[in-house]
């Protein structure tokens, strides 16, 4: 059962290129989240999706996008790479345990994310 | 949005020693969580605990929803507890869970 799975693990990009960061549970998890973590910080969340065909929007949204067109996965988009967007990018899910409640969130092992 | 202070911020205590993390929240939340990020960065969820106690192993967890603080307990402390404690909430009716900026644990053997 791989549970949460990210990829890539590492990756380096110069200023302006595009990437797609793939989040894939197989869990059957109704929710799930990306967060970044820079040195020192706890997590933040950019967007999240409560299922399939949603997205909403979290702390700190602003040059990312966001697709679930399928369940199982969550897809994380930089249409124009900044430096400031370099950090370290979990991805989460979990399953909703009645109103306004949910199951622990369950972590991918992240992805390192340089731009230079 | 809700503020998460965590303190304290660093600790370093001598294998087998206890210790209490706590984690302060300026708003109710109805879901709450404490994580663990080992050395090599993964996360790994100790505890859903919006109010109670709950016990796994060497780890213990209370929240006190009405008092918006939530306490960690590491007893018989590890070189393996070493890392960085956060925890984590979400007010009622939304998914945006707020981070805490952790506590960071080393455990000297």
């Known amino acids: 059962n791989a549970g949460v799975t990210q990829t890539p693990k590492f990756r380096v990009l110069k200023t302006g290129q595009s990437m797609t960061l793939l989040c894939a549970q197989d869990?059957?998890?109704?929710?799930m989240y990306w967060y970044r973590q820079d040195p020192g910080m706890g997590l933040r969340l950019i967007h999240y999706?409560?299922?399939?065909?949603?997205?909403a929007k979290g702390e700190v949204p602003d040059g990312y996008n966001v697709s679930r067109l399928k369940k199982q996965n969550f897809l994380l988009g930089l249409e124009s790479a900044a430096p400031s967007q370099t950090s370290v990018y979990f991805c989460?899910?979990?399953?909703?345990?009645?109103?306004?409640?949910?199951?622990?969130?369950?972590f991918g092992d992240g992805t390192r994310l340089s731009i230079l | 949005g809700i503020q998460v202070e965590q303190s304290p911020p660093d600790l370093i205590l001598q294998e087998g020693a206890n210790s209490t993390l706590r984690c302060n929240f300026s708003?109710?939340?109805?879901?709450l969580q404490w994580f663990h990020q080992n050395p090599w960065g993964q996360l790994i969820n100790l505890f859903y605990?919006?109010?109670g106690t709950k016990q796994n192993g060497r780890l213990s967890a209370t929240t006190v929803a009405t008092e918006r603080y939530s306490l960690l307990y590491i007893s018989s402390s590890q070189t393996t507890d070493s890392g960085v404690y956060f925890c984590?909430?979400?007010?009622?009716?939304?998914?945006?869970?707020?981070f805490g900026t952790g506590t960071r644990l080393k455990v000297l053997a």
């Open positions: 989460a899910s979990s399953y909703p345990n009645g109103v306004g409640a949910h199951q622990p969130q369950h």
């Open positions: 869990m059957n998890h109704e929710y």
């Open positions: 999706s409560v299922g399939e065909g949603t997205t």
């Open positions: 708003d109710s939340v109805n879901n």
């Open positions: 605990i919006p109010s």
């Open positions: 984590a909430g979400s007010t009622s009716g939304t998914y945006k869970y707020i």
